[in-house]
């Protein structure tokens, strides 16, 4: 189709977790726990395709979003950020669902504060909420605790302030 001509460049093809025949169950870091799998080789193709695109090869930050929950976006996140910590870069995962966060799980099997929430609201520095992954190079801010007003933390200054202090200290966010 036309739409996929023009994305191309910048698109690879993830599949879904729980088809692929490589993936070994319950494993949702395909990247670091089946390397010579064919999810995590989409994941590496895509860190590529980014690397030596012209347009986005500088990229230091990267959203990953979709248009209704459980398309995948915490697994696409989590397997993209590893790949990219695997290349050798300094990489912050941030869980910014603060409605229904999912990274934590992933990385911890609970949800550890503090997260951004905190961080957003001032209560914590960012260096006090992150969390080691146990993948060499990522570290991981979750989401945090409950706010009573997600979409504002996350559309004000305080958000900003956040990404310009982790481009300090990272070299992807």
């Not at 870091?29 to 989409?42: F, H, N, P, T, Y």
């Amino acid at each position: 189709s036309r739409v996929h001509e023009v994305l191309s460049p910048a698109i690879a093809m993830i599949a879904h977790p729980h088809i692929a025949t490589a993936l070994p169950r319950g494993g949702e870091l395909v990247v670091k726990d089946d390397r010579s799998g064919v999810v995590a080789e989409a994941f590496r193709s895509l860190r590529a395709t980014i690397a030596t695109n012209a347009r986005v090869e500088k990229q230091r930050t990267f959203l990953l979003s979709s248009a209704i929950p459980s398309e995948g976006k915490s697994f696409c996140s989590s397997n993209f950020a590893t790949t990219l910590a695997q290349q050798g870069f300094r990489t912050l995962l941030v869980d910014a669902d603060l409605r229904k966060p999912t990274i934590s799980g992933i990385f911890f099997g609970m949800n550890r504060k503090p997260g951004l929430s905190e961080v957003l609201m001032g209560s914590v520095k960012l260096t006090e909420a992150v969390n080691a992954s146990g993948v060499e190079g990522l570290s991981i801010l979750t989401a945090g605790g409950r706010s009573a007003n997600p979409s504002e933390l996350l559309a004000g200054q305080p958000f900003r302030n956040f990404i310009e202090d982790a481009l300090k200290q990272y070299d992807r966010v």
